[in-house]
């Protein structure tokens, strides 16, 4: 009968000291906060569509709008045109119909498609119809030119892109009535899009 007893209080023992554990642990980990999921990376896109603002909005506006497709992670293929009204060379004397086109490989630096700095190389090609609308800032020379560009373009949730780009570009063949063309011609945009 002791040894009955002896052996009850044994398995009591253990019992009691086992949930005073359990109770224990729980009171330990019940301030620490479980650990957070990563957060969720956003879809690589697959095209952006831009228009620049700098020239939809300026004197003279002209409509340009750049695709760009992605080709792998960090490499895409951007093709642009446009068209509008330019003013004509000063003095003033009103403005001209022009149109340009262009495409530009890019390779992005930092980051991806999604955002990140990126370095390309853009061909451009700018005409009036027969006025000489002249070299201004910021803007494609008339004629065929080439140069290296830098820039910046991040997706913002849900599909907001804009894309910054500033570059130089050297005239290659310039129209006649043009006169002669700059050295080095400086070029840039402010593009706002969306990114599917």
């Known amino acids: ?4 007893t002896r052996i009850g209080l044994v398995v009591a023992a253990v019992v009691c000291a086992a949930t005073i554990s359990r109770t224990a642990i729980a009171q330990e980990t019940r301030g620490v906060d479980k650990p957070k999921p990563p957060p969720r990376e956003q879809p690589l896109r697959r095209v952006t569509l831009t228009v620049n603002a700098v020239q939809a909005i300026s004197f003279t506006p002209l409509v340009a709008v750049t695709s760009e497709v992605r080709v792998a992670r960090r490499w895409s293929f951007a093709v642009s045109g446009g068209g509008g009204e330019r003013a004509n060379e000063w003095p003033y004397q009103g403005t001209k119909l022009t149109w340009q086109m262009g ?12 955002s ?5 190389w853009s061909t451009m090609f700018a005409d009036s119809a027969g006025a000489r ?32 780009e500033i570059g130089l570009m050297k005239p290659l063949v310039t129209p006649a009535a043009e006169g002669t063309p700059p050295f080095i011609a400086l070029v840039g945009k402010l593009g706002f899009g969306f990114s599917l």
Do not use: C, H, Q, W
Request: glycine residues 12%.
């Open 133 to 164: 609308f002249g070299f201004e800032s910021f803007a494609p020379p008339p004629g065929l030119s080439t140069g290296p560009s830098i820039g910046y373009k991040s997706v913002y949730i849900p599909i907001i892109t804009p894309d910054l």
């Open 116 to 120: 990140g700095f990126y370095v390309a």
């Open 1 to 4: 009968m002791k040894r009955r």
């Open 103 to 114: 495409a530009e490989p890019r390779l992005y630096v930092t980051g991806d498609f999604n």
